[in-house]
């Protein structure tokens, strides 16, 4: 069982940066894949970024790509969504997730969810 709590969210202007948090319980984090989705207001759940837990692989949704960074420190059972260039259309609840299925960017595919943390970025 890994519980998944997300941080970091706020208001940012245009062009501003935002670091987003999600600490995980459990002690074989280490061995889930970890991935940040989004959901912006009337749309669906959409894709950010992952991150192996193996080998430490990422990859982003082309929207993101070049602008936001995914990290985990295994040590502090934590994985990081460093966000720069922010533009208002990144604007939604973002939410950290746990797979063992392996490196996926399919929502279906991942066991837990955190409860979201709400990012706001004004024009």
């Known amino acids: 069982q890994v519980q998944l709590v997300e941080s970091g969210g706020g208001l940012v202007q245009a062009g501003g940066s935002l670091r987003l948090s999600c600490a995980a319980s459990?002690?074989?984090?280490?061995?889930?894949?970890m991935g940040w989705f989004r959901q912006a207001p009337g749309k669906e759940r959409e894709f950010v970024a992952v991150?192996?837990?193996?080998?430490?692989?990422?990859y982003y949704a082309d929207s993101v790509k070049g602008r936001f960074t995914i990290s985990r420190d295994n040590a502090k059972n934590t994985v990081y969504l460093e966000m720069n260039s922010l533009k208002p259309e990144d604007t939604a609840v973002y939410y950290c997730?746990?797979?063992?299925?392996?490196?996926?960017?399919?929502?279906?595919?991942?066991?837990?969810w955190g409860q979201g943390t709400q990012v706001t970025v004004s024009s």
């Open positions: 991150i192996s837990w193996r080998t430490g692989s990422t």
């Open positions: 997730a746990a797979t063992r299925i392996g490196f996926t960017v399919i929502q279906n595919e991942y066991d837990y």
């Open positions: 459990g002690r074989t984090f280490s061995t889930y894949t």
